[in-house]
């Protein structure tokens, strides 16, 4: 079968891609490729809001002056510059799309403050940002023409002018894509390629992200020879809801902030042990401290009470945590919830410029699938969104800035699946998938010691040789691809933890506590490039 051609590829429909896709289909010809239906993603997930200056008295200086203590040291000042300066035009884009942001009058914004955030600077809609965003945005493309919507569409590969043996400079010629409709894999061609694919929350068996953040864009875009950087900063929620039939459900730190008490199971406070500001410590602090509990008494969660508020004030501060609870048999007016801390945001990825350019030619990563410099070595609240949208503006704007809409791409050869056979042994990929979850969870979590990293970088390269091999023999399916994505992003976290010899922002080891000097970032650089 002939490959289907376009002028630009985006994979993945989250906030970054959507967002791309919208500035470019007015004179590209757009294929938005995602793995499940449109609106499953991160986006669609995000409670808070997004950060921008616009309060009177709030300065663009001090949103990066907070940004820059968050990261630690090492973020990079221009993209901190750009995504920051960037912010307040990205929000009136979404007013126009008709997002419906939450104000304090007609006309006026209501701006809500966050942790790490020295002025009131979040823009949301109620504690249901994302959900808001990401439903005005599908409606504005779906009513797009020129952008070609393609659920059910799962990246395999990208497609590179070396793999292809052809001379010349390296360049991204398209992708690979498995089709779960039809079975079947297509073949994409474009002298542009997006890569929006999020995070990689679902390399650990406990986090609050959904089950596409399996890291498929870090991996494609590190087997297509781009280097990838600052894996190792993790950003671990401290508290989501420990329940056999609650995935993924977080448990506010205004719980916390509201007089919330961590308790062990015998009913015992811990946070005082660990940190004088107890349970209002910092959100790093608090999942340390729950997996020093959880870890030296072999507990499978610890508690969060907040029984001691009335029920009215439960009511009405928690509406979403008691609801939720409830339907789960939890009275939290009467007893603690249980929780764990659950992998939350990959800070790292693939090493972009300013406008999302990747080291491949014709090939951009926006969006937490992105490594453009903004977050250092831990996360400010509520910046991702904003800079999924302002990288997608730059990357669009590089694209449409093409002369001539790019170099001609050659022919490509479609896939090739003739000596494989179907998969008789299914058992293989789930057994592999939930022992990889958990022993990045127990060895690579929010405590690292250089024994337990060896020890994950052990267990990663017999996973690898066998999912290799599955890989080479096998039909694929999408369990199949996202396991050896996550299994290649695994060993990209551990080579990156093994690397940084101190502790830094996200990344904590026992044998290496302090702060060295300076601070620079981890920089992987792939075997074929
Ligand atoms: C519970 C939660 C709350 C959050 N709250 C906030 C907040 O308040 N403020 C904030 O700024 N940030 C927040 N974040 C972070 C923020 O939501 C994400 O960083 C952001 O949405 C990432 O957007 P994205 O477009 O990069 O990825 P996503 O929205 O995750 O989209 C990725 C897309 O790629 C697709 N995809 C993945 N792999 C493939 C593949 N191989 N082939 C095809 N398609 C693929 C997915 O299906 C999906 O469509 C929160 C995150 C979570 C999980």
């Not at 340390?288 to 439960?314: N, W």
């Not at 007893?335 to 972009?352: F, K, N």
């Not at 453009?372 to 904003?386: D, E, K, Q």
């Not at 057994?431 to 060896?454: P, S």
């Amino acid at each position: 079968m002939q490959s289907q051609d376009f002028d630009v590829l985006i994979i993945g429909s989250g906030l970054a891609g959507l967002s791309a896709a919208l500035h470019l289909a007015p004179t590209h010809r757009v294929a938005v490729l995602t793995k499940r239906g449109l609106a499953d993603g991160a986006s669609g997930w995000a409670q808070g809001g997004i950060a921008a200056v616009l309060a009177e008295g709030d300065t663009f200086d001090a949103h990066v002056q907070d940004t820059l203590v968050a990261g630690a040291g090492l973020c990079d000042l221009a993209a901190t510059r750009a995504v920051v300066e960037g912010a307040p035009q990205a929000i009136r884009w979404l007013q126009t799309l008709g997002v419906p942001f939450s104000e304090e009058e007609a006309g006026r914004l209501h701006l809500t403050r966050e942790g790490g955030h020295g002025a009131r600077r979040i823009v949301h809609a109620t504690d249901a940002t994302g959900a808001a965003v990401q439903r005005t945005l599908l409606e504005t493309v779906r009513a797009t023409p020129n952008v070609t919507l393609l659920e059910q569409h799962t990246l395999v590969d990208l497609i590179t002018a070396r793999k292809l043996g052809l001379p010349g400079p390296q360049r991204c010629l398209g992708l690979y894509a498995f089709d779960e409709t039809t079975d079947t894999v297509h073949t994409f061609r474009a002298p542009h390629t997006v890569l929006a694919t999020g995070g990689a929350g679902k390399v650990y068996l406990y986090t609050s992200n959904p089950d596409t953040a399996t890291g498929d864009g870090i991996a494609a875009a590190w087997r297509a020879g781009c280097r990838v950087q600052n894996m190792e900063f993790i950003q671990f929620h401290p508290t989501c809801l420990y329940h056999p039939q609650a995935k993924s459900f977080l448990i506010s730190e205004a719980v916390r902030g509201e007089g919330g008490r961590l308790l062990r199971p015998d009913g015992t406070r811990f946070m005082p042990e660990h940190d004088e500001r107890a349970e209002l410590a910092p959100r790093d602090v608090v999942a340390r401290a729950i997996d020093y509990e959880m870890k030296t008494h072999g507990l499978d969660c610890v508690h969060l009470d907040i029984s001691h508020q009335s029920p009215e004030f439960l009511q009405a501060h928690f509406p979403t945590i008691l609801a939720r609870c409830a339907e789960l048999g939890i009275d939290i007016t009467r007893e603690p919830i249980p929780v764990v801390p659950a992998a939350h945001y990959t800070c790292g990825g693939v090493l972009t410029d300013l406008a999302g350019r990747t080291d491949l030619a014709g090939l951009y990563a926006i969006g937490e699938t992105a490594c453009t410099g903004l977050h250092g070595a831990n996360r400010l609240a509520s910046n991702s969104l904003v800079e999924c949208m302002v990288f997608a503006r730059a990357a669009a704007d590089a694209i449409l800035a093409v002369p001539g809409g790019g170099a001609a791409v050659p022919d490509l050869p479609a896939w090739d699946d003739s000596r494989v056979t179907d998969a008789d042994e299914r058992v293989v990929i789930s057994h592999n998938w939930d022992e990889l979850r958990r022993f990045m969870w127990d060895y690579v979590g929010i405590v690292r010691t250089d024994k337990r990293l060896e020890r994950a970088a052990h267990r990663i390269a017999l996973l690898q040789a066998e999912i290799g091999e599955f890989y080479a023999n096998f039909h694929v399916c999408r369990d199949l691809l996202e396991l050896r994505n996550l299994v290649q992003v695994a060993e990209l976290i551990v080579r990156s933890a093994q690397q940084r010899r101190e502790s830094r922002g996200l990344h904590y080891s026992r044998d290496w506590p302090a702060m060295a000097a300076p601070a620079a970032p981890t920089l992987l650089v792939p075997p074929v490039r």
